[in-house]
């Protein structure tokens, strides 16, 4: 028995040791400022913020799978009742990045190109949630640099666009809910 615990032990830590080596695995956390573009549903919205954590996994030299969880917030004022609303998305995101050199300098093409799996929630200057989308699917469009500070540590300025439509439902009635902004951050990466 101790023989094939030595076995599975060494093959794990050598399977372990060339998979750290190959740096295929990243995780990043990025703050940010959000830009809505059109007024939500009947909500004038302002600039929010948020953040979004992601975990990426390379599956070739210039291209990774990427997902994570993210939460945005905006505030605004409804068009009919002038109450201040907050607008809340929360939800997941997934998809491919592609990232490329800049000549032998530490700086990298950033590009991204995926789908966001969100909800919006409405709450009320009480903080009680007013109203609720259920879980929809949106796409996102992103574009950026990539600056390693260190050894298997990035800084990552981007440029996001964000699109997501679903439907809310206010007192029995359903309208279509449209949040589409343009997102700044500033994310850090640590590649392993």
């Known amino acids: 028995m101790k023989k094939y615990y030595f076995l599975i032990v060494s093959a794990v830590l050598l399977i372990s040791t060339q998979v750290m080596a190959q740096e295929k695995w990243a995780i990043e956390f990025r703050p940010g400022l959000n830009f809505p573009t059109s007024d939500v549903g009947d909500t004038d919205a302002d600039i929010g913020y948020g953040f979004e954590i992601t975990g990426a996994y390379k599956i070739m030299p210039h291209l990774a799978f990427y997902a994570g969880w993210g939460f945005n917030q905006f505030r605004g004022d409804d068009v009919f009742t002038q109450e201040d609303i907050t607008l809340l998305e929360k939800g997941f ?3 491919f990045q592609i990232n490329r050199p800049i000549g032998t ?4 093409y950033l590009a991204r190109a995926g789908a966001i799996y969100n909800r919006i929630e409405l709450e009320n200057i009480a903080g009680d949630i007013t109203a609720d989308t259920e879980y929809g699917f949106g796409w996102q469009l992103a574009v950026g640099i990539d600056y390693e500070l260190a050894s298997k540590i ?3 300025p981007m440029l996001r666009y964000r699109s997501l439509s679903t439907d809310i439902e206010v ?6 809910t449209k949040l589409n902004y343009f997102s700044f951050g500033i994310g850090l990466a640590k590649k392993f």
């Not at 007192?171 to 279509?176: A, K």
């Open 154 to 156: 990035s800084l990552r």
């Open 105 to 108: 300098t530490s700086f990298s």
């Open 171 to 176: 007192e029995n009635v359903s309208t279509e």
């Open 93 to 95: 995101t997934f998809g």
